[in-house]
């Protein structure tokens, strides 16, 4: 064992065949070498076989020039094989599947199947979301478990299979443990593949984690247990421990707060509730939710706090640290920042008990070697990312600018010189420095934060300091609450009592802390090349200390500074005119982007959950190069129209909402002090201009506050159930629309038919040809569904001779009454009512004449028979389930794509 630690120790303290030069550490090089091979096998996926050759080949070369003591060339050659060795781990890992792998089992249909599996993890609840009128009634819970696959139903035999599968489960299921035997039946997915630009990729992040299959049943009785393992496994005990410390913290912690204890202590947020976890995240915070490095440096301090309480000699209280580290990381179930973290922590108690000095960074090279051992993939995760950028912060925070050396008047305090005074001294020097250096992070990390997740955390340093000793909090009361619980349930209960405490005043601080004007901004953030442009000078300040020495550093990132605020704002001037029709399943979102002028959205709603959805298409216009909404125009009042106009403003500047005479009629009634600033006498006719301003061409910042939708409806203690298929009754989602708007200070205009929209600086012309009010049916509506549907405001999107028919969801009577007036030629049209059987295709086709058609739908309202009635009419169809998001894009040069 002693012989073991010398050669580890070996490996930290440089003795490797590299030149020798203090300032580089070799294993944050080997750490590079390796992440340039595995980068390199994701993009060129060259054959397993030629990276074993090029490692046995490096390998052999690197050797032969050790012997002859050429350690220059030896360390080429070590790199070398470094690289291509961790290529060939991470082609393994990405690409080689089993051939029984449940995944492949799924098809296009996803019709219904029966698997059986062990149960690797514990039920566990997602509580039924609070009623939003935004959004569908979803009464019931959701359970979520873990499964590992061994056999799935074929006709009369059972068929072998192998694999990880994620479990959903529409209600409560409770009474299955780790190690349980079950038969599912429900409907297998494969790994999502995203369907729109700058969509997240979870398909990604389950191939990373090697968990492609999710299995979705509909009610618990489909999941039946049938038996129990008889063999011993590590992975089912540690399932069963994690199961039975999230039972204990639901029995001794308060509703509220019991989701958020576990989610700090053993990483499980399913159960947070989507709001609180939003303000984490504009805040930038929600790295205390997540397990990260920060809970395991402050479980290695508890840990030490325990070992000078017990024992004497501090080589046992490095065991101790070392011993709960471990711990940690196996109930943390070897998350990367957890396994990170602690890789550094357990670095540091060898170096210290061979009694050798470490390099930092050499230890932050050993830390990413392992992680990328365990999980090569884990390279391309932003939460890789994000951690060792803080670590590499940290690291580097002695040689900064802002390690600067002082003391800390305490005179102000009025405290009397003395054992109080040096006491107050020395905290108050701690918190300066807590501060600093959280500065020095929040400067570090920030760009990747804007790049990545389009937030710019003004009051992250001050909020870190100030919630990380209620953290501590948390974890030591949870911990101990749960030990003392084994054998005394009892007198865990004041431990429980100051957890509920510590996390109300936790959720509390966050919570009131992004209503601070201005505590943080959303924005479409730096391009890439410019944070990748910004690393790499850090990078090289931090290999050449002469620069930061002559403070030319300043200079450096100054002019980098610059060019990132330049380059946006001289871009040459735009001619084309796009219109895309954004995949969002059973809803409608096309974006209109005139040339050199802020985005008009035509609808935006989705039947998803808003909070699930409404991040995503955010996503989606900041990668559509969307800065500003000049306007929105709802085409009507159903929520799969609407519900993401929230969403929206929230991280958009929203300059308008255009509203048809029978939207704005309910818009009216609802809330009479509704900014509607058009009179109710009919009219038609007007050309309304848009006004092109200064401030269109410079970045745009949003700050939301607080704000957000009510959950309950705002006048009427009504709750009028769902309708049909659209889930109609309007009333209570409108009235919401209407607060939020209101309170958002976004106006309401009314368009009318024969209106149209002009872009000042822009040939697009918006046209309204239908906007009928409820009066104009004249009662030829069987039911108020097709009442709201047939009002739907119709839009002809006109630019340099192209034109494109919005429709919203146009249906009988309202389809008659457009095609009874004279046809308009259109070169796209928007299927009316998603494609639906009464969106009468053959009327289309003859009144409109276009040469493409597009279905915004989803699996569930697919009609075949629609597609192939315009097919065979000689008509392209595009399908945003099918094709994804569709872009049409017109030159000005009247020739169009």
């Given at each position: 064992?002693?012989?073991?630690?010398?050669?580890?120790?070996?490996?930290?303290?440089?003795?490797?065949?590299?030149?020798?030069?203090?300032?580089?550490?070799?294993?944050?090089?080997?750490?590079?070498?390796?992440?340039?091979?595995?980068?390199?096998?994701?993009?060129?996926?060259?054959?397993?076989?030629?990276?074993?050759?090029?490692?046995?080949?490096?390998?052999?070369?690197?050797?032969?020039?050790?012997?002859?003591?050429?350690?220059?060339?030896?360390?080429?050659?070590?790199?070398?094989?470094?690289?291509?060795?961790?290529?060939?781990?991470?082609?393994?890992?990405?690409?080689?599947?089993?051939?029984?792998?449940?995944?492949?089992?799924?098809?296009?249909?996803?019709?219904?199947?029966?698997?059986?599996?062990?149960?690797?993890?514990?039920?566990?609840?997602?509580?039924?979301?609070?009623?939003?009128?935004?959004?569908?009634?979803?009464?019931?819970?959701?359970?979520?478990?873990?499964?590992?696959?061994?056999?799935?139903?074929?006709?009369?035999?059972?068929?072998?299979?192998?694999?990880?599968?994620?479990?959903?489960?529409?209600?409560?299921?409770?009474?299955?443990?780790?190690?349980?035997?079950?038969?599912?039946?429900?409907?297998?997915?494969?790994?999502?593949?995203?369907?729109?630009?700058?969509?997240?990729?979870?398909?990604?992040?389950?191939?990373?984690?090697?968990?492609?299959?999710?299995?979705?049943?509909?009610?618990?009785?489909?999941?039946?247990?049938?038996?129990?393992?008889?063999?011993?496994?590590?992975?089912?005990?540690?399932?069963?421990?994690?199961?039975?410390?999230?039972?204990?913290?639901?029995?001794?912690?308060?509703?509220?707060?019991?989701?958020?204890?576990?989610?700090?202590?053993?990483?499980?947020?399913?159960?947070?509730?989507?709001?609180?976890?939003?303000?984490?995240?504009?805040?930038?915070?929600?790295?205390?939710?997540?397990?990260?490095?920060?809970?395991?440096?402050?479980?290695?301090?508890?840990?030490?706090?325990?070992?000078?309480?017990?024992?004497?000699?501090?080589?046992?209280?490095?065991?101790?640290?070392?011993?709960?580290?471990?711990?940690?990381?196996?109930?943390?179930?070897?998350?990367?920042?957890?396994?990170?973290?602690?890789?550094?922590?357990?670095?540091?108690?060898?170096?210290?008990?061979?009694?050798?000095?470490?390099?930092?960074?050499?230890?932050?090279?050993?830390?990413?070697?392992?992680?990328?051992?365990?999980?090569?993939?884990?390279?391309?995760?932003?939460?890789?990312?994000?951690?060792?950028?803080?670590?590499?912060?940290?690291?580097?925070?002695?040689?900064?600018?802002?390690?600067?050396?002082?003391?800390?008047?305490?005179?102000?305090?009025?405290?009397?010189?003395?054992?109080?005074?040096?006491?107050?001294?020395?905290?108050?020097?701690?918190?300066?420095?807590?501060?600093?250096?959280?500065?020095?992070?929040?400067?570090?990390?920030?760009?990747?934060?804007?790049?990545?997740?389009?937030?710019?955390?003004?009051?992250?340093?001050?909020?870190?300091?100030?919630?990380?000793?209620?953290?501590?909090?948390?974890?030591?009361?949870?911990?101990?609450?749960?030990?003392?619980?084994?054998?005394?349930?009892?007198?865990?209960?004041?431990?429980?009592?100051?957890?509920?405490?510590?996390?109300?005043?936790?959720?509390?601080?966050?919570?009131?802390?992004?209503?601070?004007?201005?505590?943080?901004?959303?924005?479409?953030?730096?391009?890439?090349?410019?944070?990748?442009?910004?690393?790499?000078?850090?990078?090289?300040?931090?290999?050449?200390?002469?620069?930061?020495?002559?403070k030319r550093w300043v200079l450096v990132l100054s002019s980098w500074m610059v060019v990132g605020i330049l380059v946006p704002l001289?871009?040459?001037?735009?001619?084309?005119?796009?219109?895309?029709?954004?995949?969002?399943?059973?809803?409608?979102?096309?974006?209109?982007?005139?040339?050199?002028?802020?985005?008009?959205?035509?609808?935006?709603?989705?039947?998803?959950?808003?909070?699930?959805?409404?991040?995503?298409?955010?996503?989606?216009?900041?990668?559509?190069?969307?800065?500003?909404?000049?306007?929105?125009?709802?085409?009507?009042?159903?929520?799969?129209?609407?519900?993401?106009?929230?969403?929206?403003?929230?991280?958009?500047?929203?300059?308008?909402?255009?509203?048809?005479?029978?939207?704005?009629?309910?818009?009216?009634?609802?809330?009479?002090?509704?900014?509607?600033?058009?009179?109710?006498?009919?009219?038609?006719?007007?050309?309304?201009?848009?006004?092109?301003?200064?401030?269109?061409?410079?970045?745009?910042?949003?700050?939301?506050?607080?704000?957000?939708?009510?959950?309950?409806?705002?006048?009427?203690?009504?709750?009028?159930?769902?309708?049909?298929?659209?889930?109609?009754?309007?009333?209570?989602?409108?009235?919401?629309l209407c607060h939020f708007l209101t309170c958002a200070g976004i106006p309401i205009s009314v368009l009318w038919e024969g209106d149209?929209?002009?872009?000042?600086?822009?040939?697009?012309?918006?046209?309204?040809?239908?906007?009928?009010?409820?009066?104009?049916?004249?009662?030829?509506?069987?039911?108020?569904?097709?009442?709201?549907?047939?009002?739907?405001?119709?839009?002809?999107?006109?630019?340099?001779?192209?034109?494109?028919?919005?429709?919203?969801?146009?249906?009988?009577?309202?389809?008659?009454?457009?095609?009874?007036?004279?046809?308009?030629?259109?070169?796209?049209?928007?299927?009316?009512?998603?494609?639906?059987?009464?969106?009468?295709?053959?009327?289309?086709?003859?009144?409109?004449?276009?040469?493409?058609?597009?279905?915004?739908?989803?699996?569930?309202?697919?009609?075949?028979?629609?597609?192939?009635?315009?097919?065979?009419?000689?008509?392209?169809?595009?399908?945003?389930?099918?094709?994804?998001?569709?872009?049409?894009?017109?030159?000005?040069?009247?020739?169009?794509?």
């Open positions: 064992m002693k012989r073991l630690a010398e050669i580890t120790w070996t490996f930290l303290h440089r003795k490797l065949p590299f030149p020798e030069n203090r300032n580089i550490p070799p294993l944050l090089v080997i750490l590079i070498a390796a992440s340039a091979g595995i980068y390199t096998d994701r993009v060129s996926a060259l054959p397993l076989e030629i990276w074993l050759l090029l490692t046995f080949s490096f390998w052999l070369g690197w050797l032969t020039l050790w012997l002859s003591k050429m350690d220059e060339g030896a360390s080429v050659f070590l790199l070398a094989s470094t690289a291509s060795c961790f290529a060939a781990h991470h082609h393994i890992w990405w690409r080689y599947y089993p051939a029984d792998e449940i995944s492949f089992f799924t098809v296009s249909a996803h019709p219904m199947v029966c698997v059986r599996g062990i149960v690797v993890e514990e039920p566990r609840i997602q509580p039924a979301p609070p009623p939003n009128p935004m959004d569908l009634p979803r009464p019931f819970p959701t359970t979520i478990l873990s499964l590992w696959a061994t056999a799935i139903r074929n006709g009369n035999r059972w068929q072998p299979t192998t694999g990880q599968v994620s479990l959903y489960v529409q209600g409560e299921l409770r009474g299955l443990y780790a190690g349980d035997v079950v038969e599912v039946y429900g409907h297998l997915y494969g790994p999502p593949v995203p369907s729109n630009p700058g969509e997240t990729d979870f398909g990604l992040f389950r191939r990373t984690h090697r968990r492609l299959a999710t299995l979705q049943a509909d009610h618990p009785n489909s999941v039946v247990k049938i038996d129990r393992v008889s063999y011993f496994s590590p992975r089912l005990l540690l399932g069963r421990i994690r199961g039975y410390h999230t039972r204990k913290l639901e029995e001794m912690l308060s509703a509220s707060h019991r989701e958020i204890a576990a989610a700090v202590l053993l990483g499980i947020r399913e159960g947070i509730d989507p709001e609180l976890s939003l303000a984490f995240f504009e805040t930038s915070t929600l790295h205390l939710l997540a397990i990260s490095g920060l809970h395991v440096g402050l479980l290695a301090v508890l840990a030490r706090g325990i070992g000078n309480l017990f024992f004497f000699r501090w080589r046992w209280v490095v065991i101790t640290i070392a011993t709960c580290v471990l711990v940690y990381i196996t109930l943390a179930e070897t998350r990367p920042s957890v396994v990170r973290a602690g890789t550094l922590v357990l670095l540091g108690c060898l170096s210290y008990l061979l009694a050798r000095q470490a390099l930092s960074f050499n230890l932050l090279g050993a830390t990413g070697l392992v992680l990328l051992m365990v999980n090569p993939a884990q390279l391309f995760q932003a939460g890789t990312h994000l951690t060792f950028l803080a670590t590499a912060a940290i690291l580097w925070y002695d040689r900064s600018p802002l390690a600067v050396e002082g003391t800390v008047s305490t005179r102000w305090l009025l405290v009397p010189p003395g054992r109080l005074a040096r006491m107050w001294t020395r905290f108050l020097q701690l918190i300066h420095k807590a501060f600093l250096l959280n500065i020095w992070v929040w400067l570090i990390v920030t760009p990747y934060l804007v790049t990545k997740f389009h937030v710019f955390p003004m009051l992250a340093p001050l909020l870190t300091v100030l919630l990380v000793p209620i953290l501590t909090i948390i974890l030591a009361t949870a911990i101990a609450a749960l030990m003392i619980g084994w054998i005394l349930p009892l007198a865990a209960t004041p431990f429980a009592w100051i957890c509920d405490i510590a996390i109300s005043l936790l959720s509390g601080i966050v919570q009131e802390s992004r209503r601070v004007p201005y505590s943080y901004f959303w924005l479409a953030g730096p391009p890439s090349w410019w944070t990748t442009g910004f690393y790499a000078i850090l990078a090289l300040l931090a290999v050449t200390p002469f620069l930061r020495r002559h001289v871009q040459p001037p735009e001619s084309a005119f796009r219109c895309t029709f954004v995949s969002v399943g059973h809803g409608l979102l096309t974006v209109l982007q005139p040339p050199n002028g802020p985005a008009i959205l035509y609808d935006a709603g989705s039947m998803r959950p808003p909070h699930h959805s409404g991040p995503q298409v955010c996503q989606v216009l900041w990668a559509l190069g969307v800065r500003r909404v000049g306007g929105i125009i709802l085409s009507h009042g159903d929520r799969d129209h609407y519900n993401l106009v929230p969403e929206i403003a929230r991280r958009f500047p929203v300059e308008r909402v255009f509203a048809g005479p029978q939207l704005a009629s309910a818009l009216g009634e609802k809330l009479s002090a509704a900014p509607i600033d058009d009179c109710w006498e009919l009219r038609s006719g007007r050309t309304i201009v848009l006004p092109r301003r200064w401030y269109h061409a410079l970045p745009a910042l949003r700050w939301s506050g607080n704000l957000r939708v009510p959950r309950t409806p705002v006048d009427s203690p009504d709750n009028d159930s769902p309708g049909e298929e659209d889930n109609q009754q309007p009333e209570q989602g409108v009235q919401a149209t929209l002009i872009l000042e600086g822009s040939d697009l012309r918006l046209r309204v040809l239908a906007a009928p009010t409820a009066q104009q049916i004249r009662g030829k509506a069987t039911r108020k569904s097709a009442t709201d549907n047939a009002c739907s405001m119709v839009i002809a999107a006109e630019f340099a001779g192209k034109r494109i028919l919005l429709t919203g969801d146009l249906e009988p009577p309202g389809t008659d009454r457009l095609f009874a007036r004279p046809p308009v030629p259109c070169d796209v049209v928007l299927a009316p009512h998603h494609g639906s059987r009464s969106s009468n295709p053959a009327g289309i086709v003859e009144w409109a004449n276009p040469s493409a058609v597009v279905i915004s739908g989803s699996r569930q309202w697919f009609r075949a028979d629609v597609v192939v009635a315009y097919r065979r009419a000689g008509i392209t169809v595009f399908h945003t389930l099918l094709d994804g998001a569709t872009r049409i894009e017109v030159l000005k040069s009247e020739h169009s794509r």
